[in-house]
C-alpha cells in the first residue's frame, strides 16, 4: 500500500468529525462538489414527507402560525447566525443570493447618503454579483468601479459608498481579507457588503467582529439547504434601523395583517423580508441545518485545511507538473477548494466523474474541488488526486 494511502487512513481515524459522514446520504462516489451542491443530510426526506403530509395536509393554513411556517425566515436566519459570527436577530433566510445581493447594495448606497457617488465591485465575483451591482447603481444613481480585491483599498475614497466584496473567490479558491478590507472600507467612510456564498458553513467569517455592515450567502453549497435553497441576509444591527429596503414587500411590513395601504418596516432583520417564504425549501433547509448539532466551525475549518494540504500533496504526487494549482497555499489566503488548471480541463473533468470523482469544471481551464468537512474524508481526498494522476497519464 502506498505511503499515502496509509497516511489517509491514519488521518482519518485521528478525525474528531468522521462520525459526522453518517449524517449524509452519500455512496462510493468521491463527492468533490460540495461547493456547488451540499450532500442531503439523511433525515431530511422524513422531515419534508412530514411538511408536506401533516403540516400542509392535514393542518392546511393553520400551519402558517402552528408549524411555525411565518417566523421561520428569522429562526433559521438565527440558526445560521453562530456558524458566520453573527449574534442573534441580524440574519434573515429568504430568496435567492442574487435578490439578497440587489437588496443589500442597494440598502448601502442609500445609507452611506448621496454625496457618496461611487460602488466598488469584485472584478474577480461569481458573475451574478456584477450584473446585480451594475443594475443596483443605476437605479441609486451611482456610478459601478470593478477592482480586484487586492485594488480596493487603493481605489477607496470620499466618493465610495460600497464596496461588494467575495469572501471566497468561487473559481480560484482565494480567501480574501475579511477584517483588513472591512476595516479599510469603513476608513474610508464606505460600506462594506460581503458575499459568503463560498464561506459559509466552511469557516469562521466573524461578522459582528469584524464589523461588516451587510452580508449575503446561499446554502444549497456548504450548508446543505439542497438545489436553490433559500440565500440569507445579515443586516448588522446597528444599521438596522435606517436599513430601506429596495424590495419592501408586505411581509418586512411591521404590521403585515393590517393590510395598510402605506409601508411601514418591520424592526430587525425581518425588514429583510420580501414576500410569501418558499417553505418547502426554507424547512429543508431547517432541517439540514441540523448536522452542525455539536459541531464547532473552528474544527470544520482546521479539517478543511488539513484536507486541502493532504489533497495538494497528493497531487504533487501523482500528478506533478502535469497540473498547476491556482489556490494558494497560504493557509491565511485558502477556502475550502483546491482549483487546479490543466490543459483541456473539461474533457478532463468529464472522465474524472466517468471514474467516479466529482469535481467541477469553471472555464477556461480551472478543475474545481470542494471540500466539505462534514463528510469529506481523507482517503477521499487521496483517491481523487489518484484517479487524476492516472485519467492525466491517460
Ligand atoms: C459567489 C456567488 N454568489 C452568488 C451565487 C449564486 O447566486 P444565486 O443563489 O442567486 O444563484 C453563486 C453561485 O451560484 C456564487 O458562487
Ligand atoms: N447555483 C448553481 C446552480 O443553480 C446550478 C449549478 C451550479 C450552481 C452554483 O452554485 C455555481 C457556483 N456558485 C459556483 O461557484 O460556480
Known amino acids: 500500500m502506498s505511503e499515502l494511502i496509509l497516511r489517509a487512513e491514519e488521518l482519518d481515524a485521528a478525525d474528531a468529525l468522521a462520525p459526522v459522514r453518517s449524517r449524509f446520504v452519500l455512496d462510493d462516489v468521491v463527492y468533490l462538489d460540495g461547493n456547488s451542491l451540499g450532500a442531503l443530510p439523511a433525515h431530511v426526506p422524513d422531515r419534508i414527507a412530514d411538511v408536506v403530509r401533516r403540516e400542509w395536509g392535514e393542518l392546511r393554513i393553520r400551519s402558517w402560525e402552528e408549524s411555525g411556517w411565518w417566523t421561520a425566515p428569522e429562526r433559521i436566519g438565527d440558526r445560521i447566525a453562530p456558524l458566520v459570527g453573527a449574534a442573534p436577530g441580524q440574519v434573515v433566510v429568504g430568496d435567492s443570493t442574487s435578490v439578497n445581493v440587489f437588496k443589500a447594495v442597494v440598502a448601502a448606497a442609500r445609507l452611506a447618503g448621496e454625496e457618496r457617488t461611487e460602488i466598488l465591485v469584485d472584478a474577480t465575483t461569481f458573475p451574478t454579483d456584477g450584473y446585480i451591482a451594475e443594475s443596483a447603481a443605476r437605479l441609486t444613481g451611482r456610478t459601478l468601479r470593478a477592482v480586484t480585491p487586492a485594488e480596493v483599498p487603493?481605489?477607496?475614497?470620499?466618493?465610495?459608498?460600497?464596496?461588494?466584496?467575495?469572501?471566497?473567490?468561487?473559481?480560484?479558491?482565494?480567501?480574501?481579507?475579511?477584517?483588513?478590507?472591512?476595516?479599510?472600507?469603513?476608513?474610508?467612510?464606505?460600506?462594506?457588503?460581503?458575499?459568503?456564498?463560498?464561506?459559509?458553513?466552511?469557516?469562521?467569517?466573524?461578522?459582528?467582529?469584524?464589523?461588516?455592515?451587510?452580508?449575503?450567502?446561499?446554502?444549497?453549497?456548504?450548508?446543505?439547504?439542497?438545489?436553490?435553497?433559500?440565500?440569507?441576509?445579515?443586516?448588522?444591527?446597528?444599521?438596522?434601523?435606517?436599513?430601506?429596503?429596495?424590495?419592501?414587500?408586505?411581509?418586512?411590513?411591521?404590521?403585515?395583517?393590517?393590510?395598510?395601504?402605506?409601508?411601514?418596516?418591520?424592526?430587525?432583520?425581518?425588514?429583510?423580508?420580501?414576500?410569501?417564504?418558499?417553505?418547502?425549501?426554507?424547512?429543508?433547509?431547517?432541517?439540514?441545518?441540523?448536522?452542525?448539532?455539536?459541531?464547532?466551525?473552528?474544527?470544520?475549518?482546521?479539517?478543511?485545511?488539513?484536507?486541502?494540504?493532504?489533497?495538494?500533496?497528493?497531487?504533487?504526487?501523482?500528478?506533478?507538473?502535469?497540473?498547476?494549482?491556482?489556490t494558494p497555499t497560504a493557509h491565511g489566503e485558502r477556502g475550502s477548494q483546491v482549483s487546479l488548471r490543466c490543459e483541456n480541463a473539461g474533457d478532463v473533468m468529464k472522465r474524472l466523474i466517468e471514474s467516479g470523482v466529482v469535481g467541477d469544471f469553471r472555464p477556461p481551464d480551472v478543475l474545481r474541488f470542494g471540500f466539505t468537512p462534514l463528510y469529506t474524508s481523507f482517503a477521499e481526498a487521496e483517491r481523487a488526486a489518484r484517479v487524476l494522476g492516472a485519467v492525466l497519464k491517460g
Open 154 to 326: 487603493d481605489a477607496l475614497g470620499p466618493r465610495t459608498a460600497a464596496v461588494l466584496l467575495n469572501h471566497v473567490d468561487y473559481r480560484t479558491g482565494r480567501l480574501h481579507d475579511l477584517p483588513a478590507l472591512t476595516a479599510a472600507i469603513h476608513a474610508a467612510g464606505a460600506l462594506a457588503v460581503w458575499d459568503l456564498c463560498h464561506s459559509a458553513g466552511a469557516l469562521p467569517v466573524g461578522l459582528d467582529r469584524h464589523g461588516v455592515d451587510l452580508a449575503v450567502g446561499c446554502t444549497y453549497k456548504y450548508l446543505n439547504g439542497g438545489p436553490g435553497s433559500p440565500a440569507f441576509l445579515y443586516v448588522r444591527r446597528e444599521l438596522q434601523p435606517r436599513f430601506d429596503s429596495p424590495l419592501p414587500g408586505w411581509n418586512s411590513h411591521a404590521e403585515p395583517f393590517g393590510m395598510r395601504p402605506s409601508y411601514d418596516p418591520a424592526p430587525g432583520a425581518v425588514r429583510g423580508r420580501v414576500g410569501t417564504p418558499d417553505i418547502l425549501s426554507m424547512l429543508s433547509l431547517e432541517a439540514a441545518l441540523e448536522v452542525w448539532e455539536g459541531v464547532d466551525i473552528d474544527a470544520v475549518r482546521a479539517k478543511s485545511l488539513a484536507l486541502t494540504d493532504f489533497f495538494l500533496s497528493c497531487v504533487a504526487e501523482y500528478a506533478g507538473g502535469l497540473v498547476e494549482s491556482v
